[in-house]
């Protein structure tokens, strides 16, 4: 017998001997994956056990899951769209969709006026309702010596910029469920 044939003969038996062991493993992934859809179906997917306590990893049941939210931001989509459309005429500094922040750049609606103008939209849940939103606008004017100083703003500026804010978000809403 060569060395040749026989290294094929060695190589033959180990295959065989890898497929009929792999068979044997594959029936029991299966049982153990039926024991983890289990577990799974017990706890809601709940890291500390249980549907509604825990840390939820795996989604849990679909009761508690947001009716109007996106699945990629963790604030409300269609706020989170409106917000930054009524917004947009204005230079971004920040925008956080996971913690529902936006922070614009100061803005001067006319650069021959002393004044401009900055706004923070803050996203507050997962919800679309009237207090899921606050809207702070700050605003500053020059002086005589050419620097910025802090101006007051009419409060109901940012409660007209929220209610902008909120009638854009409904109208999204009505048109993603047309």
Do not use: H
């Amino acid at each position: 017998m060569s060395l040749k044939s026989f290294t094929y003969r060695y190589l033959v038996i180990l295959l065989s001997f890898l497929m009929l062991t792999a068979c044997g493993l594959q029936g029991r992934d299966k049982k153990i994956e039926n024991q983890s859809d289990k577990y799974y179906k017990q706890t809601g997917g709940s890291l500390l056990g249980g549907k509604d306590g825990g840390i939820n990893l795996l989604g849990g049941d679909d009761k508690n899951k947001p009716q109007d939210g996106g699945a990629g931001i963790g604030v409300n989509s269609f706020l989170w769209r409106a917000s930054l459309d009524t917004i947009a005429f204005m230079p971004l500094t920040s925008a956080d969709p996971f913690g529902g922040v936006i922070i614009t750049d100061w803005y001067s609606p006319d650069e021959k006026k002393p004044e401009r103008f900055k706004v923070n939209v803050f996203i507050l849940g997962r919800d679309l309702r009237a207090d899921g939103v606050r809207a702070s606008v700050f605003k500053q004017q020059r002086d005589v010596t050419g620097s910025w100083i802090d101006a007051k703003v009419d409060p109901k500026t940012g409660t007209e910029l929220e209610d902008a804010i909120l009638t854009r978000a409904r109208q999204l809403r009505i048109a993603s469920s047309e």
